[in-house]
Structure formats: structure tokens, C-alpha cells
């Protein structure tokens, strides 16, 4: 994770914590935003799609249908709670 800056870690940290509710598999984006700008007011809704975008551009996690965060493919999704990174092909 050494390409991200520090407030993409903190979305990404947020994401994986998001989708531990969800045995580890996938979050929703509402939760996602719902921790980053109700419960912490640390950004705005639309820092937080941007970083979200970034952070898929850069492969960490894929923006599905219907709103949800899967892992990208720098992570394995069998742990995508606990990430193991991977080299990107």
C-alpha cells in the first residue's frame, strides 16, 4: 500500500472495516460514507467518492452494481478483511 496517501488509507481502512459486517466480502457505499462523513465528519460526500475512485483506478476495490465495494485485485477476497497484498499484473 505504499502508492496510497494517507487519507486513501483511511477510506480504505474504512471500507474493510465496513465490510467485516458483511463476512468480509463486500460493503455497501452508504456505509462507507455513513462512517467517513456522518459518524467521523472528516469528509465530505464527494471527497469521499473521489478517494473512493481513486482508490478503484488504482485496483484496491471495485465499485459494483448496486452500490457495493468488492476487492480489487490487489487483494485476495478470501481475506479481504485482513488484506494481503498482492502484486498487481
Known amino acids: ?6 487519507t486513501e488509507k483511511q477510506v480504505l481502512n474504512s471500507v474493510i472495516e ?14 462507507v460514507m455513513h ?3 456522518e459518524e467521523n465528519n ?7 467518492k473521489g478517494y473512493l475512485s481513486q482508490l478503484q483506478t ?3 476495490i471495485q ?5 457495493q465495494i468488492c476487492a480489487g ?5 478470501s481475506n479481504f478483511y485482513e488484506p494481503i497484498y498482492v502484486v498487481a499484473q
Open 73 to 77: 485485485n490487489m487483494f485476495e477476497y
Open 42 to 48: 472528516s469528509l465530505s460526500i464527494n471527497q469521499v
Open 63 to 67: 465499485c459494483c452494481e448496486e452500490g
Open 18 to 31: 465496513s465490510a467485516k459486517m458483511n463476512d468480509g466480502s463486500f460493503t455497501y457505499i452508504d456505509d
Open 35 to 37: 462512517e467517513l462523513v
Open 58 to 60: 488504482k485496483k484496491y
Open 1 to 6: 500500500m505504499t502508492n496510497l496517501n494517507t
